[in-house]
DNA sequence: AGCACGCCGACT
DNA sequence: GTCGGCGTGCTC
């Protein structure tokens, strides 16, 4: 019986979401090797498709007449088996495309980048044995992970899965350059895995966090395993890092939310940095999270898994609570000096109350001050962070004022006295540390009717608290009760505690589990009949949706819930109606526009 | 998506 | 008789 190829065809048709057998010619006897690029044909011969030769099988499962492949593209071995598996398992846990998890799993091809690759990689088709890599001397100890027991070692060592309290403080890594100590701690962790032979792979929510992490392993001489794969770069370069993970040695690899499924043979820990982030959530179909992700492959492939953060996510709680994860926390302890302004009673409401005032003056004596404030640039009502500037112009006239915001975000500021107004999530780092912290907007943004702001601001305020100086002051203006008491006491988990009980009362995620059905109604109640098939707890809708489709036809809305144990069932029955609704749904083909396609999203943060 | 197969109306 | 409409179904 001849061998079979079995290939994954480059569709986004939810119906051939599957592997098809082809026929090796004798021609690319040697060629057909798992991992490789190909072409097929696909229906009638002269029409061709792309698509990656997952596995080599010894007999074919398709019963009929099989075609032969067309070529081997190249001989890299993009797809490795263990990602196969990963993208298959994200795929199906979503109700969506292989193909669309190995989009973001492998970049788009780059020739000439990949023939320089494979003249330096003379036979890419055989696995090589590790080579020996000596570790380089650094600036920072590796040897153990700073500021945390033994026991952090040990549980990355033995494979473990951690929630890490990250160190609210800024560790200078070379002369002049600072970084948060989480980026310390992870590089020092991932510095241990390689040393071991095995790879890591560390997810950050953006390009700030990705440079210090980058500039922490630098400085523990990691710099010759380190793969940065990074979006913001063209094509090239993207390619050029994702062929440097593949291979037997060990590697260091550092990027965005798609990093959890880059290559990495051996894998000896996976972590992410501040995973409440909303960056974490993928835009693009199937929309997986990179904790569950990370979650799922550290499953499959073992290794440790870190979700280090200063506050701890409401889902993070959650599998600390089964006990899926492990507490960590640095020891000694180490928290921020924060200040609660709390809510002048019987005084009119003030944005900056006159006790911030003093307090920044007196900081201003000896270095920066960090602002921080809700909106962006000159905002309408008067409280952007152009306007915060000139305000405090006024009142420190001699004091020079930085801004930071979305649109000019500054990465570093020097350890000179300066007033610097940053939005959210677009802070500076200070040398040495702000001076004071100032907090302001809290009560205006918890105004707003969201499911998450507490959990929002309580990560934005803990993030900027951890770039002030040891025993500098961060107030946290006229904000008080639970939130802010947890920002005081710095514990975070209490917070995120107490919201996963209340989410409990509700039935709302991440207690439950959910799945948004969106499409034509008839698609939608086709759908939402299959899931009804799945143990699911209720069905909420379907209602009319915002988002009207192009072609100006009416879209509706459903949300399904369930419970985490029956989420396999749920995405099998969904999937099941997506493929039908493929097939069957479609226009009389012509001048029609294009019909609006049923989607189904899994665990939408902005569901409810 | 494409492309073939298949079963009913007006045409040389 | 049969050319061709586009509904239905399949893609190794």
Same mark, same amino acid.
């Given at each position: 019986? /001849?061998?079979?190829?079995?290939?994954?065809v480059?569709?986004?048709?939810p119906?051939?979401?599957?592997?098809?057998?082809?026929?090796?010619?004798?021609?690319?006897?040697?060629?057909?090797?798992?991992? &490789?690029?190909?072409? $097929?044909?696909?229906?009638?011969?002269?029409?061709?498709?792309?698509?990656?030769? $997952?596995?080599?099988?010894?007999?074919?499962?398709?019963?009929?007449?099989?075609?032969?492949?067309?070529? &081997?593209?190249?001989? /890299?071995?993009?797809?490795?088996?263990?990602?196969?598996?990963?993208?298959?398992?994200?795929a199906?846990?979503?109700?969506?495309?292989?193909?669309?998890?190995?989009?973001?799993?492998?970049?788009?091809?780059?020739?000439?980048?990949?023939?320089a690759?494979?003249a330096?990689?003379?036979?890419?088709?055989?696995?090589?044995s590790?080579?020996?890599?000596?570790?380089?001397?650094?600036?920072?100890?590796?040897?153990?992970?700073?500021?945390? !027991?033994?026991?952090?070692?040990?549980?990355?060592?033995?494979?473990?899965?951690?929630?890490?309290?990250?160190?609210?403080?800024?560790?200078?890594v070379?002369?002049?350059?600072?970084v948060?100590?989480? /980026?310390?701690?992870?590089a020092?962790?991932?510095?241990?895995?390689?040393?071991?032979?095995?790879?890591?792979?560390?997810?950050?929510?953006?390009?700030?966090?990705?440079?210090?992490?980058?500039?922490a392993?630098?400085?523990?001489?990691?710099?010759?395993?380190?793969?940065a794969?990074?979006?913001?770069?063209?094509?090239?370069?993207?390619?050029?890092?994702?062929?440097?993970?593949?291979?037997e040695?060990?590697?260091?690899?550092?990027?965005p939310? !798609?990093?959890?499924y880059?290559?990495?043979?051996?894998?000896?820990?996976?972590?992410?940095?501040?995973?409440?982030?909303?960056l974490?959530?993928?835009?693009?179909?199937?929309?997986?999270?990179?904790?569950?992700?990370?979650?799922?492959?550290?499953?499959?492939?073992?290794?440790?898994?870190?979700?280090?953060?200063?506050?701890?996510?409401?889902?993070?709680?959650?599998?600390?609570?089964?006990?899926?994860?492990?507490?960590?926390?640095?020891?000694?302890?180490?928290?921020?000096?924060?200040?609660?302004?709390?809510?002048q009673?019987?005084?009119?409401?003030?944005?900056?109350?006159?006790?911030?005032?003093?307090?920044?003056?007196?900081?201003?004596?000896?270095?920066?001050?960090?602002?921080?404030?809700?909106?962006?640039?000159?905002?309408?009502?008067?409280?952007?962070?152009?306007?915060?500037?000139?305000?405090?112009?006024?009142?420190?006239?001699?004091?020079?004022?930085?801004?930071?915001?979305?649109?000019?975000?500054?990465?570093? &500021?020097?350890?000179?006295?300066?007033?610097?107004?940053?939005?959210?999530?677009?802070?500076?780092?200070?040398?040495?540390?702000?001076?004071?912290?100032?907090?302001?907007?809290?009560?205006?943004?918890?105004?707003?009717?969201?499911?998450?702001?507490?959990?929002?601001?309580?990560?934005?305020?803990?993030?900027?608290?951890?770039?002030?100086?040891?025993? /500098?002051?961060?107030?946290? &203006?006229?904000?008080?009760?639970?939130?802010?008491? !947890?920002?005081?006491?710095?514990r975070?988990?209490?917070?995120?505690?107490?919201?996963?009980?209340?989410?409990?009362?509700?039935?709302?995620?991440?207690?439950?589990?959910?799945?948004?059905?969106?499409?034509?109604?008839?698609?939608?109640?086709?759908?939402?009949?299959?899931?009804?098939?799945?143990?699911?707890?209720?069905?909420?809708?379907?209602?009319?949706?915002?988002?009207?489709?192009?072609?100006?036809?009416?879209?509706?809305?459903?949300?399904?819930?369930?419970?985490?144990?029956?989420?396999?069932?749920?995405?099998?029955?969904?999937?099941?109606?997506?493929?039908?609704?493929?097939?069957?749904?479609?226009?009389p083909?012509?001048?029609?526009?294009?019909?609006?396609?049923?989607?189904?999203?899994?665990?939408?943060?902005?569901?409810?």
């Amino acid at each position: 019986m /001849a061998r079979v190829a079995r290939v994954l065809v480059d569709s986004p048709l939810p119906q051939l979401d599957r592997l098809f057998d082809y026929l090796i010619p004798a021609s690319l006897e040697d060629a057909a090797v798992p991992g &490789v690029r190909v072409t $097929v044909p696909l229906r009638s011969a002269g029409r061709l498709a792309a698509g990656l030769l $997952v596995e080599i099988g010894e007999s074919a499962s398709f019963a009929g007449p099989l075609a032969a492949l067309e070529s &081997v593209v190249s001989p /890299a071995r993009v797809l490795q088996s263990e990602v196969w598996t990963l993208a298959r398992r994200v795929a199906d846990r979503q109700a969506g495309s292989a193909n669309d998890v190995l989009r973001l799993a492998i970049p788009p091809r780059a020739v000439r980048v990949e023939k320089a690759w494979l003249a330096a990689h003379p036979h890419p088709a055989a696995p090589r044995s590790p080579e020996s890599t000596s570790p380089a001397p650094g600036r920072v100890d590796s040897g153990d992970l700073e500021g945390y !027991s033994a026991g952090l070692a040990t549980a990355i060592d033995g494979g473990e899965r951690v929630a890490l309290r990250a160190i609210p403080r800024l560790v200078e890594v070379a002369p002049g350059q600072w970084v948060g100590h989480w /980026a310390v701690t992870l590089a020092q962790a991932a510095v241990r895995v390689r040393d071991a032979g095995k790879s890591a792979i560390l997810a950050v929510a953006d390009y700030r966090d990705q440079e210090q992490l980058v500039a922490a392993l630098t400085a523990l001489g990691a710099g010759d395993s380190l793969a940065a794969l990074d979006a913001r770069q063209p094509n090239p370069a993207r390619y050029q890092a994702f062929l440097s993970c593949l291979g037997e040695t060990p590697r260091i690899v550092v990027g965005p939310r !798609s990093a959890v499924y880059a290559p990495a043979a051996r894998l000896g820990l996976i972590a992410l940095f501040d995973d409440g982030d909303p960056l974490f959530t993928e835009p693009l179909a199937p929309y997986a999270h990179a904790r569950d992700v990370a979650l799922m492959r550290q499953e499959q492939q073992g290794g440790a898994l870190v979700l280090a953060a200063h506050t701890r996510s409401v889902e993070a709680q959650r599998l600390v609570e089964l006990g899926w994860l492990q507490d960590v926390s640095p020891s000694p302890a180490v928290t921020p000096k924060v200040v609660p302004t709390g809510l002048q009673h019987g005084e009119r409401p003030t944005r900056i109350p006159s006790s911030a005032w003093k307090l920044a003056r007196e900081a201003l004596a000896t270095g920066p001050v960090l602002v921080q404030v809700a909106r962006p640039g000159d905002d309408p009502e008067g409280q952007g962070s152009q306007r915060t500037a000139a305000d405090l112009g006024r009142a420190f006239p001699k004091v020079r004022i930085v801004v930071s915001d979305g649109e000019r975000p500054l990465t570093h &500021v020097g350890a000179e006295p300066a007033l610097v107004v940053a939005t959210r999530a677009a802070e500076p780092i200070a040398a040495g540390g702000y001076a004071a912290v100032l907090l302001l907007d809290g009560q205006r943004t918890l105004h707003k009717e969201s499911l998450h702001v507490g959990d929002d601001c309580l990560r934005w305020w803990s993030n900027a608290a951890a770039f002030a100086a040891p025993g /500098a002051p961060v107030v946290l &203006v006229e904000v008080a009760g639970a939130l802010a008491q !947890s920002l005081v006491l710095w514990r975070q988990d209490t917070w995120a505690a107490a919201q996963l009980a209340d989410r409990r009362q509700l039935g709302f995620p991440p207690a439950v589990r959910l799945a948004t059905i969106t499409g034509r109604p008839d698609q939608v109640r086709a759908a939402v009949a299959a899931a009804k098939e799945a143990p699911i707890r209720d069905v909420l809708g379907p209602e009319p949706h915002a988002a009207t489709h192009p072609g100006g036809e009416a879209v509706e809305r459903a949300i399904v819930r369930f419970d985490y144990a029956h989420g396999a069932e749920v995405a099998t029955a969904l999937r099941g109606a997506v493929v039908r609704s493929a097939q069957a749904g479609r226009r009389p083909a012509g001048r029609t526009r294009p019909a609006p396609t049923l989607r189904v999203k899994f665990d939408d943060p902005d569901a409810l």
